[in-house]
């Protein structure tokens, strides 16, 4: 067992290597003085003051978080809805019908998923901008706030709610004091994995984003097209360090849930 374990640590540390060491590698040469990536000729932000010189960049980065924002807030309350309607489904077929019509949306190829939001807008002739891409980040976090969601659903004794109805408490009442409260944990982990997913969503984005609006994805896209400059490295840099930051927090709030939950024991 213990070389089995010890095989399984070495196994995980040249995964993340793997996983990691381009990134790093990336942000190493984001403070090169040089402007190429074969040499580190000296530490410099410049390459940073650039990114944040950039208005055109200032604006796509704006459009990226109000969208990323909107669509997790959005997909997050339809989700939540969702959820809880096919966890009250009494029809079983019915229930797992939508539950495999859900987890189908998540493992669908997110080319697949982009060109088909293009041929819609454009049969129905909505204009390619804000509007296409928003609607198309609300339908690809949905799925993910629903799955987020229905485990805590599932693990909620009914005895609950029917102590809540014996009580005097309307649906309303049952909805927002009783099952609000409960899956709150699941609730914040499906915002900010959905946010997460729109931020750094390149596939469908590229397919329904259309002339004078852009994000940051599909802007490194293009910018890296053009060549690779260090601005880029900066720019990357930036996103995933947001990034990060949006995991951790998720961590924390999901810890700080679990330690409320238990009674701070």
Do not use: C, W
């Not at 089995?4 to 640590?9: D, H």
């Not at 090169?32 to 410099?44: K, Q």
């Amino acid at each position: 067992m213990g070389k089995l374990s010890k095989l399984g640590k070495i196994y995980l540390a040249v995964v993340f290597f793997i996983l990691y060491a381009p990134i790093f590698y990336l942000i190493f040469y984001s403070f090169n003085s040089g402007g190429t990536m074969s040499s580190f000729d000296g530490f410099t932000l410049e390459h940073y003051a650039a990114v944040f010189n950039d208005t055109r960049l200032i604006i796509i980065l704006m459009n990226t978080v109000i969208v990323a924002l909107l669509s997790s807030l959005i997909a997050t309350a339809i989700g939540v809805l969702g959820a809880i309607g096919i966890v009250f489904l009494r029809n079983r077929k019915m229930r797992n019908a939508v539950l495999s019509l859900n987890n189908i949306l998540i493992v669908s190829p997110d080319v697949i998923i982009g060109a088909s939001f293009l041929i819609l807008f454009t049969m129905i002739g909505v204009k390619l901008g804000f509007a296409s891409v928003l609607i198309s980040h609300i339908a690809f976090s949905i799925p993910i706030v629903v799955i987020m969601v229905l485990p805590k659903l599932q693990e909620m004794s009914s005895s609950l709610i029917d102590a809540a109805a014996d009580l005097g408490a309307s649906k309303r009442d049952i909805l927002t004091r009783v099952i609000i409260p409960y899956i709150k944990p699941g609730i914040f982990a499906g915002f900010f994995l959905a946010l997460t997913y729109s931020l750094d969503d390149f596939a469908v984005t590229f397919f329904v984003t259309g002339n004078g609006f852009s994000t940051l994805s599909v802007e490194i896209y293009s910018m890296a097209r053009a060549g690779i400059t260090l601005t880029i490295n900066a720019l990357s840099a930036l996103i995933f360090v947001v990034t990060l930051g949006l995991v951790v927090g998720y961590y924390f709030f999901n810890q700080r849930a679990r330690t409320v939950g238990t009674g701070g024991q």
